[in-house]
């Protein structure tokens, strides 16, 4: 079994980073293999709506995202972590998830599909607030994480959304820690 898990956070070792290292670890230990892709270390371009992939099934674009897609393809789980910026996931988070457009375009537009739809993969969320969060606070990230999860054909199944960041650090919040292991079991189990 395959897993992608990818931080979608400008800053390592931090609340985001430390939550997703707790998930692979969990992973790993159930003997999937995990790749982590940290996107501010990568030069992804913008999607700039050329309409390119509407007529390709493909983006034009030959940058680091290039590579991502056939990742997409590759794994059974997808976990995507990202701080809330705004009340959304950071720039660079979105920037990567315009970009699976090509996805989109190539399974409603051309119908045929860049990334096999009758593979199962499983969808997990982790999302740090440094402020405390209203009901919804989260709500702008989770729309837009519906929507990638669709794009790459994974099941939205699980959130970890944490707030007040600012005033207690995820490292000292044992059972967040906890939580964010066992998410790992969780995301193994295909129904």
């Known amino acids: ?13 931090m609340n985001t980073d430390i939550l997703l290292n707790k998930v692979i670890e969990g992973l790993e230990k ?8 940290q996107l501010g270390k990568l030069n992804i371009y913008p ?47 979105k920037t990567m998830i315009d970009r699976c457009q090509m996805f989109w375009s190539s399974k409603y537009v051309l119908n045929k599909p860049s990334i096999d739809r009758s593979k199962k993969r499983n969808g997990l969320f982790i999302c740090t607030a440094g402020g405390v969060q209203e009901e919804n606070g989260f709500i702008g990230a989770t729309l837009v994480m519906d929507l990638f999860f ?42």
Do not use: W
Not at 2 to 8: E, H, K, T, V
Not at 30 to 37: A, F, G, N, Q, S
């Open 1 to 13: 079994m395959r897993a992608l898990a990818i931080l979608g956070s400008p800053r390592i070792k």
């Open 47 to 93: 999607c700039i709506a050329c309409g390119a992939c509407a007529k390709t099934g493909s983006c034009f674009i030959k940058d680091d995202m290039y590579k991502m897609y056939d990742k997409f393809d590759q794994a059974d789980i997808v976990v995507f972590a990202s701080p809330l910026y705004f009340n959304s996931v950071t720039s660079i988070a």
């Open 150 to 191: 669709k794009a790459i054909n994974t099941k939205y199944k699980y959130d970890l959304l944490i707030d007040n960041t600012d005033k207690v650090f995820v490292g000292e919040r044992v059972d967040l820690l906890e939580k964010a292991h066992e998410m790992a079991e969780k995301l193994i189990e295909f129904n």
């Open 30 to 37: 159930k003997d999937v293999l995990v790749e982590k892709i």
